[in-house]
């Protein structure tokens, strides 16, 4: 069965994380005291209703914020202080992202897009392509290499995304809502890639407000007015 | 992300908006066509200019008489002859006048020239053989009038190329005779075609020696009296030593004290040149300003457009850089974009500009000149220009926040 986490070397590592801001004359406490550890391998689902904080937990997992105090590392490193650059260069490295509204872009073709993390990585032109070209394959789309976005189904474009996610060979793919714009049967592909991925040893947290989908993941963190509620250990497909 | 990257997804984003890009460019392709057009017309009327005078000589200095004073009255240009044959002799003499290299004085009356069945009615001027270095003219055909004809008042005259043509038409002139108010001419020359256009035509004349002109033709009571006196000057440097000693001769010859009180005016082919350069130029820098003010409403319409482009691709550039894009490859991806735009606006404003120029030059009566230096700064001035105003959105691109980048929708 599942390992605990504690005993696994961390790839994200929380303490005592919040996040405050000011929305207009409203102050907002988006987070208050997050504390959690994810391990390497596992499959974390986030969940919590909307204004629950979970967006803004992923925000700071995914490095696009900071904190605004608590300390947070990442595969062993600080980035609470970090500048925007250095930021950009650990998002590049460490995290794979999944949006819920794909966020491709719609000039390019899927191999390109699934390229640009590389293009940012300073990998040269070639290697990016057969990298690309691999991360496409390993989604099933290795037919649709020179497809555009508009091309392709939503399922497709997702799996996309996933891609462009997994190119990089990053620490942490960090999925939110990635089935929130799919019809039923697209979404079940994605899940079931993302259980593949998992399988394949890949460190996945997924926010949703879904019970459903978050029920696929081996671990599920609860969170509600900024804060982590109990853990449970989903009963679902969480074998490694 | 090296360079080239850079550029490229620079390039991609002016291609997949080529409409709007079309337009941005517009701005700055018609500034640019504007300034090219008005540098080069006011460049090509310089060029009309200076060859005009040209034609007339280098280094020439013309006297004139005129502004004399009769009984306390003051009289108008060239409305008495002051000037004789002794002035020009006296501006002759190395003494005198060391900076003067050939003097030539000249009396000319319009009359009608008949030959055979053909007349014309052309302007006579009589002068001395130095006339033809003077004028810096040259023969088509025969030869100019010499010395030995001038003392002897020989009955012979050199026939402008209009003149010739218009007399004997495609028949060999030389050798040929001609009347001129009944009195029988042989025609020894035919001088080149200046092809100058200017107003009074430079080829349609007859040249014949002084003496013969005021005994023969002109007739009168004085015939030693000129119309005025051309001299060379050694050198453009000297130019200004030979007319103080024109002046300072002509001043005492004619027992005149005063410089104010002068009874001649001597005109310096250099003071047209100039005051006609100077009006051009300041037309030119007029025309230019203009055109630089459109270039600058150039300017502002990449920058609108560029800030446009940024709001417009607020997911893009939240997506590249949660992707990893630093702050400063978006700004360099968005500064590539505008001087793109600037130098593609630049080339295509010249080609526009240069076409505009042909299509002008047969609609004014001279070339416009595109030179290639203009084009060159106008098109990195254009790119200069369109970087500057894209530095501002660039920058607002840069400083979004990847949340908030990402979030609109």
């Known amino acids: ?240 | 992300m090296n360079f080239l990257e850079t550029a490229r997804t620079g390039l991609e984003a002016i291609g997949s908006h080529r409409m709007r890009s079309a337009l941005t460019m517009l701005g700055i392709l018609i500034g640019i066509a504007a300034v090219i057009l008005t540098v080069g017309l006011g460049e090509g009327a310089q060029v009309k200019v200076r060859s005009a005078i040209d034609s007339l000589g280098r280094n020439l200095l013309v006297v004139s008489p005129g502004s004399s004073s009769s009984g306390g009255i003051q009289q108008g240009l060239g409305s008495s002859s002051s000037l004789t044959l002794g002035d020009a002799a006296a501006l002759s003499s190395k003494v005198v006048a060391p900076d003067i290299a050939a003097v030539a004085p000249t009396s000319q009356r319009s009359e009608l020239l008949t030959a055979g069945s053909s007349n014309w009615t052309t302007s006579v001027i009589g002068t001395t053989p130095q006339w033809l270095g003077i004028r810096s003219r040259t023969l088509a055909a025969g030869r100019f009038f010499n010395t030995a004809e001038l003392n002897s008042h020989a009955n012979v005259v050199v026939l402008g190329s209009v003149t010739a043509q218009s007399l004997f038409g495609p028949r060999d002139p030389v050798g040929r005779t001609v009347n001129i108010t009944g009195v029988p001419m042989t025609v020894i020359g035919v001088l080149s075609s200046t092809g100058s256009s200017a107003t009074t035509n430079q080829d349609d004349l007859a040249v014949m020696p002084f003496s013969t002109a005021a005994n023969e033709i002109f007739g009168g009571h004085n015939r030693a009296s000129v119309q005025s006196i051309l001299m060379e000057a050694k050198s453009s440097s000297t130019l200004s030593a030979a007319y103080q000693e024109a002046n300072a001769e002509l001043l005492s010859l004619h027992h005149i004290t005063s410089p104010a009180a002068a009874d001649f005016t001597i005109s310096s082919q250099q003071s047209i040149l100039s005051t006609a350069t100077s009006i051009s130029q300041t037309l030119t820098v007029l025309l230019g300003g203009v055109a630089a003010i459109s270039l600058l409403v150039g300017g502002i319409g990449v920058m609108n457009i560029m800030l446009v482009s940024v709001t417009e691709r607020v997911r893009e550039i939240g997506l590249r850089k949660a992707l990893g894009a630093p702050p400063s490859t978006i700004r360099a991806q968005f500064l590539v974009e505008a001087s793109v735009l600037g130098l593609l606006g630049g080339i295509l404003g010249s080609l526009i500009g240069a076409a505009g120029a042909v299509l002008l030059s047969s609609l004014v009566p001279f070339t416009v000149v595109v030179s290639p230096t203009a084009v060159a700064v106008s098109v990195g001035v254009a790119m200069l220009i369109a970087t500057g105003f894209g530095v501002y959105p660039a920058a607002r691109a840069a400083r979004l926040a990847p949340i908030d980048a990402l979030r609109s929708e």
């Open chain 1, 1 to 240: 069965m599942v390992e605990q986490p504690s005993r696994r070397r961390p790839i994200i590592d929380l303490l005592e994380v919040s996040k405050s801001y000011q929305n207009g004359s409203l102050h907002v406490d988006a987070l208050r005291g997050v504390s959690a550890q994810i391990g390497q391998g596992e499959y974390v689902a986030i969940m919590g209703p909307s204004g629950s904080g979970k967006s803004t937990l992923m925000h700071i997992l995914g490095c696009l914020d900071v904190p605004t105090s608590g300390t947070y590392r990442l595969a062993g490193i600080d980035v609470s202080g970090m500048s925007e650059s250095e930021l950009a260069e650990v998002r590049n490295r460490r995290i794979g992202f999944v949006f819920q509204q794909f966020n491709l872009l719609p000039s390019m073709s899927a191999c390109r897009n699934v390229e640009l993390p590389l293009l940012y990585g300073g990998v040269g032109k070639r290697i990016r392509r057969e990298r690309a070209i691999k991360a496409l394959e390993e989604v099933g789309l290795g037919d649709r290499i020179e497809h555009r976005p508009s091309q392709l189904s939503g399922g497709q474009q997702q799996r996309v995304a996933i891609a462009r996610a997994l190119v990089g060979e990053p620490s942490l793919v960090l999925a939110d809502e990635p089935t929130g714009n799919l019809d039923s049967k697209s979404a079940e592909e994605v899940l079931s890639l993302m259980e593949r991925l998992h399988g394949s040893g890949r460190t996945i947290v997924l926010i949703t407000h879904d019970q459903e989908v978050a029920s696929r993941a081996s671990r599920m963190l609860r969170i509600r007015d900024g804060q982590l509620l109990h853990e449970t250990v989903s009963a679902g497909t969480g074998a490694v």
